[in-house]
């Protein structure tokens, strides 16, 4: 006897199908598409490192309990987000969840080798980062565009080991490693001379990437560039801007990252992709929900996210795309963040797998734009649910209120007694 989830997977596959939609093939498809998850929600962008009392560069806010102080338990924290989620998933790390004691411009694969062997252990994949942020050699929010030179330094050899991290990282787990560069340099009002600190960033850039990765090595990393607009204390100037990105990645054949908080508010990362992918090898999503400004907010199911994964699904760019999360909200559970994050996530790629695309593709060349507006808003209440349920039934993963009750049950018998 066929379970209610069954049953109306098998009612919701006709629906799809008498709409050209191989719903077998969309199901092939998902299993296929990874996610990254951003790790440093976890315990709110501090890391692992003793440096005392140190401003940091990124805005996090709430007092919500529980952030995880080790890397056993944001591991632990991950998994538990992980088992509601039926991706394919990859882990996000920042150089400052290294976790023996070395200098942040002194690591190697082997200062994260717990995160490594986990990652293989469990079938992860792992993206990176270097946290160009809240430490010492920052100068006044400045790492590689600092007017001094020690402290450039300091932050290129960080960025030239990452590199090495990622490839190495890449290689053992035979799974590419995006390593994004997000450097913080700006200034709260307006610099005088502009010009000079993007002259930094080049000259700074050149010697972090003057390595070139050859074919073999691309297989396993590929380096991908985050501009923004602005911050909070870089409200008149982002050194690393979008402009300065999109140029630079293009002539040094770098990929891009795209974080859905960093453009002007109206600016939208759906229309952005196709005008990109045509000129760099990668572009990296950081799926976020910015409210008004880059607030980082748990991303939920808006029109934007299922926007975005219909641009990648439309134009096949799921080997050019990764995408990777970028949210964070001390207010509320943080292991809720991730599973909701993921599940929102996990859906828009799900509906876009499931879009009859070739019908639209159809009715715009036949010059019918009445039917394709007709179809583009239909197709919104197509039963996915009862795809998205049959899914997670049969890999066991909770359903509706079980996974709120199963966080909250999580955070009264592990968080809380930790
Ligand atoms: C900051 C960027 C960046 C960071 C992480 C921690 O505005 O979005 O991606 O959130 O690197
Ligand atoms: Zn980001």
New binding site residues.
């Given amino acids: 006897m066929d379970s209610l989830v069954t049953k109306r997977f098998k009612e919701a596959k006709k629906i799809y199908e008498s709409l050209g939609v191989d719903v077998n093939k969309a199901l092939r498809t998902f299993k296929t598409i990874p996610v990254s998850l951003?790790c440093?929600a976890g315990d709110d962008?501090k890391g692992f490192e003793d440096l005392g009392d140190v401003h940091s560069e990124?805005v996090v806010t709430g007092a919500y309990p529980y952030p995880a102080k080790t890397g056993d338990e944001l591991r632990q924290d991950i998994e538990k987000a992980f088992s509601y989620s039926p991706l394919r998933h990859k882990v996000n790390l920042?150089s400052m969840y290294a976790e023996r004691k070395s200098a942040r411009n002194d690591l190697n694969i082997e200062d994260f080798r717990k995160w490594v062997d986990w990652a293989k252990v469990k079938g992860y994949g792992l993206d990176f980062?270097t946290?160009f942020f809240t430490h010492p050699m920052m100068d006044n929010g400045n790492s590689v565009t600092s007017l001094k030179k020690e402290v450039r330094d300091y932050w290129i050899k960080a960025g030239i080991d990452s590199r090495k991290i990622s490839l190495a990282i890449g290689k053992e787990l035979n799974w590419k490693c995006y390593n994004?560069f997000?450097f913080?340099d700006g200034m709260k009002d307006m610099p005088a001379n502009k010009m000079l600190f993007r002259t930094l960033l080049k000259e700074s850039l050149d010697k972090i990437f003057e390595y070139k990765f050859n074919k073999e090595e691309r297989k396993y990393t590929a380096d991908v560039l985050?501009g923004?607009l602005f911050?909070i204390s870089t409200e008149a100037f982002v050194v690393g801007s979008h402009d300065f990105y999109i140029a630079y990645a293009v002539k040094n054949n770098i990929g891009v990252?795209m974080?859905l908080?960093?453009y002007n508010v109206g600016e939208v990362i759906s229309d952005k992709i196709s005008a990109v992918a045509p000129f760099v090898n990668d572009i990296m999503l950081?799926v976020?929900r910015g409210l008004h400004w880059?607030s980082?907010h748990v991303v939920i199911q808006d029109d934007q996210l299922f926007e975005i994964m219909r641009e990648i699904k439309r134009a096949d760019l799921w080997q050019k795309v990764a995408i990777g999360l970028?949210f964070f909200d001390s207010s509320i559970n943080r292991i809720a963040e991730w599973a909701i994050g993921l599940r929102a996530t996990a859906k828009a790629i799900l509906a876009s797998l499931l879009e009859p695309t070739e019908l639209l593709y159809k009715a715009e060349q036949e010059g019918d734009y009445t039917r394709r507006l007709y179809l583009l808003d239909e197709v919104k209440n197509l039963p996915i649910n009862d795809i998205w349920n049959y899914i997670l039934e049969t890999k066991g993963i909770a359903k509706g209120l079980e996974v709120i009750d199963g966080i909250k049950e999580y955070e009264e018998e592990v968080q809380a007694k930790r």
């Fill in positions: 951003h440093w962008i990124n920042h980062n946290s994004n997000w913080p985050e923004k911050g990252t974080d908080g960093h950081h976020s880059d980082d970028d």
